[in-house]
């Protein structure tokens, strides 16, 4: 699997990561899948919405009725949801196991490390279906 | 009475690939049973190892939560659609069920 970004994508994930630190940001990605390529047309940021704001730099929530309102948008509009992302401040772009816990197989997570208040790695990653471990994948990113 | 239940994207390899699922319930709880009879593969990515559904998993009846309404007991009324809606969670510092301290 490929999670293929267009730079204006990236450019908007960057700033909603940057602008959250040091909480945690998150978004949904919408778009297309063909041959095995995530191709995301849309983006939507959203607000971390996990109760507790002190524990927001290392927890975030998108809740259901956000997802479900990204559902019927891309329903409308002949997408799906391919995947979503957030930030890790201060940690490095890799799963936790709360995230594993909190995870589906298929969707791509895409994780961005935020050092000091800078995006500076991208790693998107894949549950596998036994649920024991995500699987690293491709980020590309498109003019 | 026939009730259609809508299987998001990443559950859909478990439904051979059907979108939505017609089964016969009269409850949300007897809906979820008998979509997870038809489809056993479902049950791991639905409910956490003690048979409970994942926290992270949430079922709407239109627009309404059924946590809110009468949880699995709630009744179906005709011709409603059941979704499968995940809630999205996570972040870092967790590690082997344990924090990690900050530094």
């Known amino acids: 699997m490929i999670l293929r970004l267009r730079q204006a994508h990236q450019d908007q994930i960057r700033a909603h990561v940057e602008g959250g630190y040091p909480a945690e940001a998150c978004g949904i990605f919408l778009g297309r899948e063909v041959d095995g390529v995530r191709i995301v047309e849309r983006l939507r940021l959203v607000d971390n919405r996990w109760a507790d704001p002190e524990e927001q730099t290392h927890r975030f929530l998108i809740p259901p009725e956000e997802v479900l309102a990204a559902e019927r948008e891309a329903v409308a509009e002949g997408m799906e949801i391919l995947g979503f992302f957030h930030s890790h401040p201060d940690h490095p772009a890799r799963p936790s196991n709360f995230d594993r816990e909190h995870a589906w197989p298929w969707y791509a997570y895409l994780i961005v490390s935020v050092e000091n208040g800078r995006a500076t790695d991208w790693r998107v990653w894949e549950l596998r279906e036994d649920r024991s471990a995500f699987i690293e994948r491709t980020l590309e990113v498109v003019p | ?103």
């Open chain 2, 1 to 103: 009475m026939a009730v259609q239940i809508l299987i998001p994207t990443p559950l859909r390899v478990y439904t051979r690939g059907e979108k939505v699922v017609t089964v016969e319930a009269g409850t949300v709880g007897e809906a979820l049973r008998a979509l997870t009879e038809r489809f056993p593969e479902l049950r791991r990515h639905l409910f956490n190892e003690e048979g409970r559904l994942r926290s992270f998993v949430n079922l709407y009846l239109g627009d309404e939560d059924v946590r809110y309404l009468q949880g699995e007991e709630t009744p179906i009324p005709d011709g409603q659609t059941l979704s499968i809606v995940p809630s999205i969670a996570g972040g870092g510092r967790w590690s082997s069920g344990r924090w990690i301290t900050r530094r």
